[in-house]
Structures are given as C-alpha cells and as structure tokens.
C-alpha cells in the first residue's frame, strides 16, 4: 500500500489552508522532501520543503516543474478556482475559463506530464481534490469542473493501475479556508481533511467521502433527479 514514509511529495495550491496542511502532514508521516507548489511560491522555515513555481494553467510552468521535481512518487492536484455566483449562466467568459483551466485541465495535464516518471516508483500515488459539488449542480461552472476531474480521476485510475500507480479521488463540502469565508454552513477544519485523506491513501482506498454531506450526495446520484433536485417539481414541460 501507498506510504508518506521516504516519499517525495509535489502539493499544488502549497499556499493555501489545504495545501499547507498538505506540507506539514506529509511531513509528519516521514516524507523526505515535499515540493510546495503555488504560482508565487512562500519561504518555508523546513529544509526539506522546497518552494516551487508551478501555475497549472501554464503548458511550459507545468513543463518546467516537471525538470526540477522529476523525483516525486506522490502528486496532490490540490489547485483550485472558485467563482463568487453560482448562476452557471451568469458567470463572465474570464470566471468559466479560469476554473476550467485551474480545476480541471491544470490537473488533468499535471498527472500526464507526471505519468511517465510515476510509472513503476515505489509508492506512486496521484491524490486530487474534488468536491462535493462535483455531485450537485448549485455552484455553477465549480460543480461543473469538479465533475470533469472526477471523471477524469476515475480514467486515470484505471490507465495507471497497470503502472503502479495509486490514484485516490477526494470529495468534501465546505472546509475551513479563505476560499469559503463567505459560508456560514458547517465546515471541515483542513487539518482533519487533510488527515482523513492521508489515511486513507495508507491504507490504499481509492475515493475519500470526507464529510457527511459528501456521502448523502453520494448515496443521492441513483435518486430522479426531481429528488435530487426539488425545485424542478412543478416546472414547465
């Protein structure tokens, strides 16, 4: 099964609540460098985390990390856009490219640039995060590129299994980051993610459902969709 001990972490988004946790844990558990990715990467007061400039959205950003961090067993596509509406239909050209880029194509062309050195290390392991949204339609073009990455998580899955490649998908609500400052809904603290992600990557799950809210969606996707959606009850034919 996959293991944090000795490996060689890549966490994209290193800036952030989630990704910091990321760094930190991935430590805690005997990881021997973690790369801490984000598009102005922060100093680190640990020796063993190496800043690194990486913008997904950018072919030759993601070429050039690729050069410098070719020694990675574990990436974690932790990267993320959101919009402030969830009107899928009012979001501006700008908003729908940005998070098609940043949440789906950035890591879709991470793990492929990534594909051929994984292939065959010891512990290699993809982990991406989703959303819970992935599995309900209320956050516009979010919900909609969080939906491509699962699918595209569960083909990578199974194009990189043959490689040895462990690839974990993550789905949860709301966490606990400037990124949902605006939510007074309950929210996940990143540490306990973080934490439920990690171990279930040991224990070499594929899919983390990292909150309650994440399995009743879940458990939802064989409902009419009038049930899962109520506010169609009634709508015009």
């Known amino acids: 099964m996959p293991s944090l001990n000795g490996a060689v972490v890549l966490v994209t988004g290193a800036n952030g609540g989630i990704g910091t946790q990321f760094v930190h844990q991935a430590l805690q558990r005997g990881a021997a460098k973690v790369y801490a990715s984000a598009r102005t990467p922060r100093e680190w007061d640990d ?28 990436l974690i596509n932790n990267a993320g856009a959101s919009v402030p ?25 991470l793990t ?51 490689e040895g490649v462990h690839v974990v998908g993550v789905h ?17 603290d990143p540490a306990d993610l973080v934490r439920a992600i990690l171990d279930a990557t040991e224990r070499g799950e594929y ?10 969606l879940k458990a939802g996707l064989s409902a009419p969709l009038d049930a899962v959606y109520p506010q169609l009850r009634g709508s015009a034919v």
């Open 47 to 74: 020796a063993r985390i190496v800043p690194l400039t990486l913008d997904v959205t950018d072919a030759q950003s993601i070429r050039d990390a690729v050069e410098v961090a070719s020694d990675a067993t574990v």
């Open 112 to 162: 492929r640039a990534y594909a051929p050195l994984l292939s065959g290390r010891d512990g290699a392991t993809v982990i991406d995060i989703h959303s819970a949204l992935a599995w309900f339609a209320v956050g516009g073009i979010y919900s909609a590129t969080k939906a491509a990455l699962w699918s595209a998580t569960n083909s990578l899955r199974l194009e990189l299994a043959p």
């Open 172 to 188: 949860v609500g709301y966490v606990d980051t400037a990124m949902a400052e605006h939510v007074s809904d309950p929210k996940t």
């Open 85 to 109: 509406t969830a009107g899928i239909l009012t979001h501006t050209d700008d908003e729908i490219r940005r998070n098609v880029e940043t949440n789906f194509l950035g890591p879709l062309f």
């Open 207 to 216: 899919e983390v459902l990292a909150d309650e809210i994440s399995v009743q």
